[in-house]
């Protein structure tokens, strides 16, 4: 099974980026997230 959520650590490891480049990236719009509670898992 696939699973359909990165935690941002796991994304930037597969992108192959740092974790604080994510969050910019998110923050942007670039890249969609998903909040839950106060956690993007």
């Known amino acids: 099974?696939?699973?359909l959520l990165l935690?941002?650590?796991e994304a930037a490891?597969?992108?192959g980026?740092?974790?604080t480049?994510?969050?910019?990236?998110?923050?942007s719009g670039?890249?969609?997230?998903?909040k839950i509670g106060r956690a993007r898992p």
């Open 7 to 9: 935690t941002p650590v």
């Open 1 to 3: 099974m696939t699973r």
């Open 13 to 15: 490891r597969a992108l």
């Open 17 to 19: 980026v740092g974790r």
């Open 30 to 34: 670039a890249l969609a997230s998903v």
């Open 21 to 27: 480049k994510i969050y910019e990236i998110m923050a």
